[in-house]
C-alpha cells in the first residue's frame, strides 16, 4: 500500500509564498493520477491541481489558481509539489496529496480516481 505523506504547510501573510511536498512511499508516478485537493473550514474538498503522464506529462489547475500555483514532481525522490505564490486569504485550507491509477484517456479529473490520500497539511494565509 503506497503512502503519502505531505509537509510545507504552515502560516503566511496575503502576497507570500509556500512549497508544499508530497512524499511516496515508492515509485508511483508513471502510471498514476496525481493531484493536489484541499478543504477549507465549512467547505467541500476541491481540486487544485492535478499531474499525470500520457505522451507527455499534463497538468492542469483549478481556475482560482492558475497563475499563482504550480504542480511539479521529482521522480526520482518520489515527491510531488506545489509552488503557492500570491497567497490569498482565500486559500486559507487543509491540503492533501492524492493518488490514484490511471486509466487509458482518463484526465484525472475526478476525486473518485484516487483511492489513496495523505493526512494533510494546513495552510493559513493571512491579512
Known amino acids: 500500500q503506497v503512502q503519502l505523506v505531505e509537509s510545507g504547510g504552515g502560516s503566511v501573510q496575503v502576497g507570500g509564498s509556500l512549497r508544499l511536498s508530497c512524499a511516496a512511499s515508492?515509485?508511483?508516478?508513471?502510471?498514476?493520477?496525481m493531484a493536489w485537493f484541499r478543504r477549507a473550514p465549512g467547505k467541500e474538498r476541491e481540486g487544485v491541481a492535478v499531474?499525470?503522464?500520457?505522451?507527455?506529462?499534463?497538468?492542469d489547475y483549478a481556475d482560482s489558481v492558475k497563475g499563482r500555483f504550480t504542480i511539479s514532481r521529482d521522480n526520482v525522490k518520489n515527491t510531488m509539489y506545489l509552488q503557492m505564490n500570491s497567497l490569498k486569504p482565500e486559500d486559507t485550507a487543509m491540503y492533501y496529496c492524492?493518488?490514484?491509477?490511471?486509466?487509458?484517456?482518463?484526465?484525472?479529473?475526478?476525486?473518485?480516481?484516487?483511492?489513496?490520500w495523505g493526512q494533510g497539511t494546513q495552510v493559513t494565509v493571512s491579512s
Open positions: 515508492e515509485y508511483v508516478y508513471s502510471r498514476s493520477c
Open positions: 499531474i499525470y503522464t500520457g505522451i507527455y506529462a499534463t497538468t
Open positions: 492524492a493518488s490514484g491509477a490511471r486509466r487509458s484517456g482518463s484526465i484525472c479529473s475526478l476525486q473518485s480516481e484516487y483511492t489513496t
